[in-house]
């Protein structure tokens, strides 16, 4: 089955420093990345949509400046926590998406990676 | 807007017992539906899907669901509870229109605990 990798899969980091997350498909090609938080013992909140090749979709109430995304290519979506904060810290979980048409009858599959969780101090 | 809503925070049940974890949805089209486990610390596992064909979906571990369209529900049942099926299920959603894009939606979530 399809692969989504994330790394690092923990890293503490200082307040006001910046942290890359990197999700990678390994094994297929996605048009589409998504990037959730997740706070403990709750769901998964949708931050923003990410597709290869242009500016990434925020879900209202995330702050594009703050979490920034680039899909720079078919297999590779970042997300940068820029001047992190200890409220900052949550799991993060990035899923990967087929790219329309790859899949059987018009559903196209969606893969979710490991989760990174960082914790800011 | 699509919503899923999972009523019960926790479900507990003793090893053997069957068990069943409830999940009902709201979507403006036709559903594609999910239910997810996830472990301390991981990520996402699919368990089990519906995308169309048969209302009884059966899934890994020995989980299965049933699509009931009238009743807008997805829930999740087991025969019989194995303690390692203690993890936190999702149930999620997503509009099968347009379903290229479509988003998917995610319950709160429900913390299944099975004692021995």
């Known amino acids: 089955g399809a692969v989504v990798s994330q790394h690092p899969s923990r890293v503490i980091c200082k307040s006001g420093t910046s942290v890359k997350i990197e999700c990678r498909s390994l094994?297929?090609?996605?048009?589409?990345m998504f990037w959730y938080r997740q706070f403990p013992k709750q769901s998964l909140m949708l931050m923003a949509t990410s597709n290869e090749g242009s500016k990434a979709t925020y879900e209202q109430g995330v702050e594009k400046d703050k979490f920034l995304i680039n899909h720079a290519s078919l297999t590779l979506s970042t997300l940068t926590v820029t001047s992190a904060h200890p409220e900052d810290s949550s799991f993060y979980i990035c899923?990967?998406?087929?790219?329309?048409?790859?899949?059987?009858?018009?559903?196209?599959?969606?893969?979710f990676g490991p989760g990174t969780r960082l914790t800011v101090t | 807007a699509q919503s899923v809503a999972q009523p019960e925070d926790q479900v507990n049940v003793a090893e053997g017992n069957p068990l069943t974890v409830k999940c009902t949805y709201s979507?403006?089209?036709?559903?594609?539906l999910f239910w997810y486990v996830q472990y301390p610390n991981r990520g996402l596992q699919v368990l089990l899907k519906?995308?169309?064909?048969?209302?009884l979906v059966k899934g890994s571990y020995g989980f299965e669901a049933e699509f009931n369209k009238s009743q807008t529900s997805f829930h999740l049942k087991k025969p019989s509870a194995l303690v390692s099926d203690s993890a936190l299920y999702f149930c999620?959603?997503?509009?099968?229109?347009?379903?290229?894009?479509?988003?998917?939606?995610f319950g709160k979530g429900t913390m299944l605990l099975v004692s021995p």
């Open positions: 519906y995308i169309t064909g048969d209302n």
């Open positions: 094994d297929f090609q996605a048009t589409t």
């Open positions: 979507v403006s089209g036709n559903p594609y």
């Open positions: 899923s990967a998406r087929l790219t329309p048409g790859q899949g059987h009858g018009g559903y196209n599959e969606q893969y």
């Open positions: 999620a959603v997503r509009d099968n229109r347009n379903s290229g894009y479509s988003t998917l939606t």
